[in-house]
């Protein structure tokens, strides 16, 4: 059973790298986002790094206007020869999750971490899985940090996995649900119509802070990297706020809650629509994906962005006494 969806379509490639590559592997995918930028109905791509203590598995997203163009991205032979040339990068064979139509169930799309889920399902069964699915999207909005979910058919032609994408807003509520009784219940119960399946993770903390433009480099950077850099912006924020507008609070008699509060909506405005995108003009050298390409850049970001917490400390430290 499968469709064909007149709407956009998403291709989730999750891969591998074989250690000590990681370098030449973020050049080779570079360089085929630079190549699939050309193709007709490109919408964008997202490169996902490892997170900490994972295993070595990229996980990249490309979106498509609709099927029929993705479709010609996947079969054509830019993409094989690209494909050749990186193969001895990779630890073992990538997979790919073809992601066309299906019906949004949540509010928020664009924040928070998400699991893609990919079912090899029975045939004849596929009523029965969907009621089956049905069931496990009501358990998991009892959970916290529930946001939404998707859920794509087979596409004819493409590929035969059932898949389900859901989204939490925080890596642990995300693994909550997955480590929980009532799921592991669930899939016992859902063995009957399916004979296996794939998880794979996909999420970042800060990314609506850290965002350069369309294609390659919509990419956001690695976690480490944006926590450092809203550290820089965010300490003197608060440091001058607190000085400042937190004085004239306390002598206004605002009790601290409310101080407290409205200090937060004044420092996440500053850094949303002043610090955080100056920042990431004068490291753009750092911060994008697309221009790191070796570890002495990274050791030279982070340094900058030490030595700059540094020279804030010690001009607060001087001044404030």
Known sequence: MGIRASGSATVVTSQKVREGLDEEYDR?????????????????????????????????????????????????????????EGRGLLDGNPTQEVLAGGHIEGPDREQGVTAVISHDVRPGREEEFERWQDKILKEQEKFPGFMGTEFFRPVEGIQ???????????????????????????????????????????????????????????EAPPNWKQAMTVVLALYPTVMVLNLTVGHEFAVLGVPGYLGLFFGNILSVSILSWLLMPLVNRVLAFWLRPGRTRTVRVDVAGAALVALCWALTVLVFALTTG
């Open 160 to 218: 035969d996995h059932w898949v389900v994408v859901f989204r939490y807003d925080t890596r642990e509520h995300l693994e909550a649900w997955l480590d929980s009784s009532r799921r592991e219940h669930l899939l016992k119960e859902g063995r009957d119509y399916f004979a296996s399946y794939d998880v794979r993770k996909v999420g970042t903390a800060f990314s609506g802070w850290f965002r350069f433009g369309s294609g390659e480099d919509e």
């Open 28 to 84: 080779w995918q570079g360089k085929v986002n630079r190549v699939v930028r050309d193709f007709d109905g490109f919408e964008g791509t997202e490169t996902y790094p490892p997170g900490f203590g994972e295993e070595r598995e990229w996980v990249v997203v490309f979106r498509f206007a609709g099927t029929d163009q993705l479709t010609a991205w996947l079969d054509s032979p830019a993409r094989r020869e690209l494909l050749v």
